[in-house]
Nanobody
Framework: QVQLVESGGGLVQVGGSLRLSCAAS????????MGWYRQAPGKQRELVAF???????AYADSVKGRFTISRDNSKNTLYLQMNSLKPEDTAVYYC????????WGQGTQVTVSS
């Protein structure tokens, strides 16, 4: 069983930055592919950024150049550095992991005010 707990969300002004963290329990974090998803009100959940267990990364076009995903396997923690935030980045952000199944965190709210 893997548990994921996000933190770091909050209210920020346009152009500001936030760093999300996702702490993972269990021993399979380092061999799991991990990602950040987000869901805005009335919209479907979408993939924001992805990082493989070998540190390969991919990003949604809407966040390329502004967001950076990273992981620290020694701390079982996933990060999402978000810069130059826009109102359209407002959403609940979810941490996701995949190895022997799919694992989700409870989500953290990010609100960007204009």
């Amino acid at each position: 069983q893997v548990q994921l707990v996000e933190s770091g969300g909050g209210l920020v002004q346009v152009g500001g930055s936030l760093r999300l963290s996702c702490a993972a329990s269990g021993s399979i974090f380092s061999i799991s592919d991990m990602g950040w998803y987000r869901q805005a009100p009335g919209k479907q959940r979408e993939l924001v950024a992805f990082i493989t267990m070998t540190q390969g990364t991919a990003y949604a076009d809407s966040v390329k150049g502004r967001f950076t995903i990273s992981r620290d396997n020694s701390k079982n923690t996933l990060y999402l550095q978000m810069n130059s935030l826009k109102p359209e980045d407002t959403a609940v952000y979810y941490c996701h992991g995949h190895r022997y199944g799919d694992y989700w965190g409870q989500g953290t709210q990010v609100t960007v005010s204009s």
